[in-house]
């Protein structure tokens, strides 16, 4: 079993940046790249972003088009999430996840494999 572990969460005020980290336990050979999600209370988990190994491409949601970046290791099964312009309503507890294969619509939590607990980003206003 493959354990994710994110890192890079905490405070920030509106306007500012973090940065997240998400290190696998192993290796994750054969896997169609790593992605982030997140949770704000009250509401379902939600896709944020995805960078997949073959060919580096990324995926985002809209609502962080421009303000996030995803980046990733496929070497070390790792991926980094850069957050700037951050706003209140990214406050949520972010989680990194293995998209196991190329198949599959990837904003769906179905097509990923392994999870990890999930780092607490909170924005102020």
């Known amino acids: 079993q493959v354990q994710l572990v994110e890192s890079g969460g905490g405070l920030a005020q509106a306007g500012g940046s973090l940065r997240l980290s998400c290190a696998a336990s192993r290796r994750t050979f054969g896997s169609a790249g790593m992605g982030w999600f997140r949770q704000a209370p009250g509401k379902a988990r939600e896709f944020v972003a995805l960078v997949t190994w073959t060919n580096g491409r990324t995926y985002y949601a809209d609502s962080v088009k421009g303000r996030f970046t995803i980046s990733g290791d496929s070497n070390k099964s790792a991926a980094y999430l850069q957050m700037t312009s951050l706003k209140p309503e990214d406050t949520a507890v972010y989680f990194c996840?293995?998209?196991?294969?190329?198949?599959?619509?990837?904003?769906?939590?179905?097509?990923?494999?392994?999870w990890g607990r999930g780092t607490q980003v909170t924005v102020s206003s």
């Open positions: 996840a293995v998209k196991g294969s190329y198949a599959g619509t990837y904003y769906y939590e179905n097509v990923y494999d392994h």
